[in-house]
T-cell receptor, first 117, second 113 residues
Framework: AAGVIQSPRHLIKEKRETATLKCYPI?????VYWYQQGPGQDPQFLIS???????DKGSIPDRFSAQQFSDYHSELNMSSLELGDSALYFC????????????????FGPGTRLTVL | AQSVTQLGSHVSVSEGALVLLRCNYS??????LFWYVQYPNQGLQLLLK??????LVKGINGFEAEFKKSETSFHLTKPSAHMSDAAEYFC???????????FGSGTRLLVRP
């Protein structure tokens, strides 16, 4: 079965550079979530999109922006990178299941490991 | 604030012994609950989930968890640990119809030969 695809898998950047992370959801999934997992930490929710509109926002720095495109893929843009941005960035996708209320299982991609030097 | 708490950042068991990883949540409304496993340098894999219905849920790799509303707990168990179970385990919750997962701080399971 098709899974969530993230690219690149690994990325090394210098401080103050920019980075773009891409996420391709499972086919027919209309919702995308971004999470950040720092070294030795639990994943923290950054932002989510449903049908190309931002649906929720977490602890995402102002230096970061994201969007979801017409084909439902999403991109996380990160500018003025800092050492503390080094982390594993997960994308997850889901689709609302009729009759399931608010429950929509999130399927995670393998993550993009960003290292800022 | 709503939160998920995992007791014990590290749990060490012998191969063949019982595995018990603890998870408690704080929410006035029972959330949907999940356990994820993360192997080194890999993504998050769903082990099992509780949404509604039966409070004892079975997952992959022989794991199961029981939702106890009175204790606001969702502990993960496995009768007999295997070396391949060594990994990081995260408990997570969807609360108050929010679509974002709230994760616990994780428990690293070590399995001794």
């Amino acid at each position: 079965a098709a899974g969530v695809i993230q690219s690149p898998r690994h990325l090394i950047k210098e401080k103050r550079e920019t980075a773009t992370l891409k996420c391709y959801p499972i086919p027919r999934h209309d919702t995308v979530y971004w999470y950040q997992q720092g070294p030795g930490q639990d994943p923290q929710f950054l932002i989510s999109f449903y049908e190309k509109m931002q649906s929720d926002k977490g602890s995402i720095p102002d230096r970061f922006s994201a969007q979801q495109f017409s084909d439902y893929h999403s991109e996380l843009n990160m500018s003025s990178l800092e050492l503390g941005d080094s982390a594993l960035y997960f994308c997850a996708s889901s689709s609302l299941e009729p009759g399931q209320g608010a429950y929509n299982e999130q399927f995670f991609g393998p993550g993009t490991r960003l290292t800022v030097l | 604030a709503q939160s998920v708490t995992q007791l014990g950042s590290h749990v060490s068991v012998s191969e063949g012994a019982l595995v018990l990883l603890r998870c408690n949540y704080s929410s006035s409304v029972p959330p949907y609950l999940f356990w994820y496993v993360q192997y080194p340098n890999q993504g998050l894999q769903l082990l099992l989930k509780y949404t509604t219905g039966a409070t004892l849920v079975k997952g992959i790799n022989g794991f199961e968890a029981e939702f106890k509303k009175s204790e606001t707990s969702f502990h993960l168990t496995k009768p007999s640990a295997h070396m391949s179970d060594a990994a990081e385990y995260f408990c997570a919750a969807l609360m108050d119809s929010s679509y974002k997962l709230i994760f616990g701080s994780g428990t690293r399971l070590l399995v001794r030969p």
